[in-house]
């Protein structure tokens, strides 16, 4: 028997584990299993009885306390495998199944950041109340183009790489 979201006893345990208050996680759930039946185009007690051997998670609740204590702990598959009794190649398979329904369910619900803006006018629009923005942000590196105007709008000349 690995963890469960049922021996979670207080506030502060459902903070720690799962980033959220049992309220939040209770909306969470909805909106988790509408994303999961339109992702996989039925539910997950459906799709279950279709399988040969029973799956560790039953319950929508379940599969999103997985994900969510997943991100939170930050533990390596090998040992999140062994706190919920999964193989580490099923935790890892099982993390990104969970984290991409979950993606879903929080832009169904309109709680995931915007990313993206057409024009800058359109980006200062959206921010035009906040007084402070800070952008987190990291360079990637790029292979260098072939084609030398492709080269000269993503290469300035002077910077260098760091060894």
């Known amino acids: 028997m690995g963890i469960s979201y049922t021996s979670i006893r207080s506030e502060r345990q459902w903070r720690s584990s799962t980033g959220l208050t049992e309220e939040q996680f209770k909306k969470l759930v909805r909106l988790f299993g509408e ?72 832009a169904r619900g309109g709680y995931l950041p915007r990313r993206e803006y057409a024009t800058e006018e359109d980006f200062m629009e959206h921010w035009k109340t906040e007084s402070d923005i800070i952008i987190d942000a990291t360079e990637q590196r790029i292979q260098r183009p072939v084609n030398q105007q492709d080269q000269k709008d993503l290469y300035s000349g002077k910077k260098r790489p760091i060894p």
């Open 35 to 106: 994303a999961y039946e339109e992702m996989f185009g039925e539910s997950l007690t459906r799709r279950q009885e279709n399988q040969a051997s029973p799956s560790t998670f039953q319950t929508y609740e379940s599969l999103l306390f997985f994900g969510l204590f997943s991100i939170k702990s930050g533990l390596s598959y090998d040992l999140l495998g062994l706190s919920f009794d999964l193989a580490p190649s099923n935790a890892h398979a099982t993390q990104g199944m969970c984290l991409t329904v979950l993606q879903a369910a929080l």
